[in-house]
């Protein structure tokens, strides 16, 4: 023992004291902006590359001269003479100028941005996509989620006009991880882990890296990928840039409002950087709505749609949304360099989205024929708040991150450990709906002939808009909230085991902590008024909301209780009676989760031109969920004991990038990966409905494994493009999906329904990506101020071993994987002005899993076509223009394999939006 700890001394006292030394630095550009993904020679071989602030070390350097050659995609390369003393630090920045491309023309400004991601995605040691913020405002491009469509094999799903989840290589949302500065964001969502992407202004990050095949030192919850957003750090000088605009949206036929403004600066003699910046974004958005749920006659009495048998809406809805939508977002980052071996870092970010929203909607239910009769219940509803929430539904979601690091480098030894705390929430108050109905049903009209857009309406006039003959149906009133807090620590080391040079030789070893606390706490109240005075009051209060634009089909929205009359009313006076909803409450649930990472890898250079990187991840998750059991027969809620789980993954993996040429790079990846399953799929609830059915949580699910494969070849164009293609591989084991049993027996009683989620199978999920980027000057130099963009995705995915009674046998796709998604977009710079057309599309995929083909909620395919121009006024200052969605691209989901089918289409209409952009120095 005493050899031991004498060894361990040594070898301590030996990094600390070596008779070497280190160099540190950064790489900027002319405008001293940092230069993230450099690559860096020592003495004419590799050493190693920038980070995301342009830093780079080099340790355990020999004593004595070197040479020092920097090179960056569309910059000219940079060749310095340095002194390493033994035992000391060099510091030596590095600034690049603008390189000689597009036949003698330099860098031009449509390029810098991508210049910066694809200097980085080369740089990268594993398999990863880039997009810098200035790419990003080559865009129009609102949020993150509208910015991750055009990386390949994203696809996005869309909420009121905007992306809001994103799909990652045919994977649903929760199948990928979103990170800021590699800390994972909590999720506002109650039940499931997806990210609101459309919390986080576009401009507000630095870049965004897509890691396809995350390396051990990345935590494993990325299937799909890992999306990691990098919030900005403080330049090497004053500087102060900004956007005010505005813009129109047709559908509302409201004006929107946006603004954003960023400073930094250092002082304290440079020890001391700091950058604050801030976005505010008011948009009135609307849309035109409708939705069908669609059964048949089931002739042939099998519980199975067969070919021949009637269909038909057994339900029909037609909204109208109206919908304000306020985002703000605030961030800091401060670092402070005490010696060129130590620095420690601040970064925080706080996101803020308020939606008042109101929604109008007629509801047709329990549509069938009796008699040769159509008949249909009718209702009418107004959703709608109190004065406060600008008598609208007020949506309040948040979510901030902040954390404190260190980097230090100890002899040998480079250090780096964080603390985060990160936090999401959503708060709904005061949520109203008053809903008018006909009561029993009611003689109607139909045509299900076009079964896009099924038409209904009331025969009778009294039933045509609300009016005597009608009633009260209900008048609710519930406030939501939920909570997700997360605090995490991580510790890395990283020791060359060689000097620096050729043979790049480096263990890396680390070890993280993640805890989670997720609250849903909701109550739910239904209100009857003690008299008839209030459906009178109602009618006097009616507002004729029709539109002959209705962009989602031939149907008229008729006549609803204004909101203002719903806001209004004094649901806690004497008027009223209230009674809590116990079903409501059975949905809230109190979460903890404990996750104990540990990693270690080599990074080893074999030869000049292979570079591999391998290792082994570990991570512990411990789980304690506690619900509620309500069975609305007995009328009781009662609360469930904590079920505590926890398991135990191993996660190898394998990287190699092997450079055939100098510019072009052959890369593999063997990864393991894992996803836990949604939150509310791991609480123990019950929820028993007229004793005939029941629903459950699983505490004893498994996360979703994935062993992945991928091969990727890029090509780099010295003039800023781009040509690559690989093919990638998924097996995907205990998929989670949502199963109903008929007639089940559970713990001893019979129910007619029991609904469990369930580890539903295995998938395998084989896919191609390909990828262009470059200016068309190499057709001819008149072309070259054109450049094209273009990706292509193709995912072939097929679900096995399915475990979902009486569809074992069926070919299935895995949900959340479109067989077709496809990136491009044409740019022009004419020197000041810069114009780009940009084209989206995504072909449909299964959504949902139903108890039968028929029951299948699929995602329509999309088509987005976007453009926007930039005209540089001065040198500081540029107006911009965006217009979007202009094919008026709906979110459309159809049931079964009827693409006519219509379950839901909602059609949002195009946005525009000018401004101007300014950008000013020291």
């Not at 350097?61 to 050659?69: I, K, V």
């Not at 609102?142 to 990386?151: E, P, S, T, W, Y």
């Not at 509302?252 to 600066?265: K, R, V, W």
């Not at 047709?364 to 159509?374: H, L, N, P, R, V």
Request: charged fraction near 25%.
């Amino acid at each position: 023992m005493r050899n031991l700890l004498f060894l361990v001394l040594f070898v301590f006292t030996s990094l600390l004291h070596a008779q070497t030394g280190k160099l540190t630095g950064r790489v900027i550009d002319e405008a001293n902006l940092p230069l993230a993904g450099a690559t860096l020679f020592l003495n004419g071989e590799g050493a190693t590359v920038t980070d995301q602030n342009g830093r780079y070390n080099l340790l355990d350097l020999p004593a004595g001269s070197h040479n020092l050659t920097t090179t960056y995609i569309g910059f000219t390369e940079n060749t310095q003479t340095f002194t390493i003393a033994a035992g000391e630090t060099t510091e030596l920045d590095v600034r690049l100028a603008p390189g000689v491309v597009l036949a003698e023309v330099a860098v031009i400004s449509q390029l810098r941005g991508q210049s910066r991601a694809l200097s980085q995605q080369q740089s990268a040691v594993n398999i990863t996509n880039v997009i810098a913020a200035d790419q990003i405002g080559r865009f129009p491009d609102q949020n993150i989620g509208d910015a991750l469509k055009r990386v390949p094999g994203v696809n996005v799903q869309y909420d009121q006009g905007e992306a809001r989840f994103g799909n990652v290589r045919g994977t649903p949302p929760q199948l990928s991880s979103i990170t800021i500065n590699g800390e994972r964001i909590p999720s506002a969502e109650a039940e499931a882990r997806s990210i609101q992407l459309d919390l986080i202004p576009a401009d507000m990050v630095q870049a965004v890296e897509v890691s396809k095949a995350v390396t051990p030192d990345m935590d494993a919850d990325a299937i799909g990928g890992a999306v990691n957003l990098v919030t900005r750090a403080a330049p090497y000088e004053r500087r102060i840039s900004g956007t005010i605009g505005g813009g129109y949206n047709l559908l509302a036929n409201e004006p929107t409002f946006n603004g954003s403004l960023i400073y930094g600066d250092r002082y304290a003699d440079g020890k001391l950087g700091v950058i604050v910046s801030g976005s505010y974004f008011d948009n009135n958005l609307g849309s035109d709505n409708v939705e069908a749920e669609w059964t048949y006659d089931d002739a042939n009495d099998n519980d199975i749609f067969d070919e021949g048998e009637t269909e038909y809406p057994e339900e029909i809805q037609i909204r109208q949304y109206y919908l304000q939508r306020i985002r703000q977002s605030y961030s800091l980052s401060l670092d402070y360099k005490f010696d060129p071996n130590n620095t420690v870092f601040f970064r925080g970010i706080y996101n803020h989205r308020n939606d008042w929203e109101n929604r109008y909607r007629v509801v047709y239910a329990d549509i069938e024929e009796e008699d040769g009769q159509w008949v249909a219940e009718l209702e009418r509803e107004t959703k709608s708040g109190t004065e406060d929430e600008k008598f609208a539904r007020l949506e309040d979601q948040r979510m901030m991150n902040f954390s404190l690091s260190g980097e230090h480098l100890l002899g040998k030894l480079k250090t780096t450990w964080s603390a985060n705390y990160a936090r999401a929430s959503e708060d709904r108050p005061h949520e109203r709906y008053m809903t008018l109905g006909s009561g029993d049903v009611v003689p109607v009209t139909v045509d299900f002939s076009n079964q896009e857009e099924p038409q209904i309406s009331a025969l009778e006039g009294e039933f045509q808009n609300p009016s005597s003959a009608w009633e009260l149906a209900e008048l609710t009133e519930e406030n939501q909230f939920t909570k997700d807090e997360d605090v995490n620590g991580r510790l890395d080391f990283e020791l060359p085991l060689t000097a620096a040079g050729p043979k790049r030789n480096t263990l890396k070893f680390g070890a993280r902590l993640r805890t989670k606390s997720k609250v849903r706490d909701n109550n739910f109240f239904e209100y009857e008024p003690v008299n008839d005075d209030v459906f009178d009051q109602s009618l006097n209060n009616l507002e004729d909301l029709t539109r002959d634009d209705f962009l989602a089909g031939d149907y008229s929205a008729g006549s609803y209780v204004n909101r203002e009359f719903v806001g209004n009313l004094n649901l806690n006076g004497s008027g009223f009676e209230g009674e809590a909803d116990l079903s409501e409450l059975a949905g809230n649930f109190d979460a903890n989760e404990n996750i104990v990472g540990g990693y270690a890898m080599i990074e080893q250079q074999l030869g000049s031109k292979l570079l591999a990187v391998a290792g082994l991840r570990l991570e512990r998750t411990s789980l304690e969920y506690s619900g509620f059991r309500y069975d609305d027969e007995e009328e009781t809620l009662t609360a469930t004991e904590a079920e505590k789980s926890d398991y135990l993954n191993l996660l190898p993996g394998l990287h190699l990038k092997y450079n055939l040429k100098p510019k072009t790079i052959l890369r593999f990846a063997f990864t393991n990966t894992l996803a836990r399953p949604n939150y509310f799929d791991l609480v123990p609830y019950q929820e028993i409905e007229d004793g005939e059915d029941i629903s459950i949580g699983n505490p004893d699910i498994d996360p979703t494994r994935s062993m992945n494969l991928d091969l990727m070849m890029e090509h780099y164009f010295g003039n800023v493009g781009l040509v690559s293609g690989g093919v990638f591989y998924k097996n995907i084991d205990d998929f989670i999906v949502s199963q109903t049993f008929d007639d089940f027996t559970f713990q001893g009683t019979e129910y007619g329904s029991f609904t469990q989620p369930i580890n539903g199978g295995s998938a395998r999920l084989l896919g191609l990506e390909v990828a262009f980027q470059r200016q068309l000057d190499f057709i001819s130099p008149s072309l070259a101020g054109l450049g094209v963009y273009f990706n292509y995705t193709y995912i072939d995915s097929k679900v096995t071993d399915f475990n979902f009674e009486g569809r074992e046998n069926e070919e299935l796709r895995l949900p959340g994987a479109p067989k077709h998604t496809l990136n491009a977009s044409l740019g022009y710079d004419a020197g000041k002005l810069t114009t780009r057309v940009s084209f989206n599309y995504a072909s449909d995929f299964i959504d949902e899993v139903g108890e039968e083909a028929f029951g299948d909620i699929n995602y329509d395919a999309v088509t987005y076509l976007d453009f926007n121009f930039n005209y540089s006024i001065s040198p500081r200052f540029t107006l911009y223009g965006n217009a979007n969605n202009l094919l008026n691209q709906p979110l459309r989901y159809f049931q079964g394999s009827n693409t006519s089918r219509t379950f839901q289409a909602e059609y949002y209409n195009v946005r525009f939006d000018l401004g101007v952009k300014f950008d000013l120095v020291k």
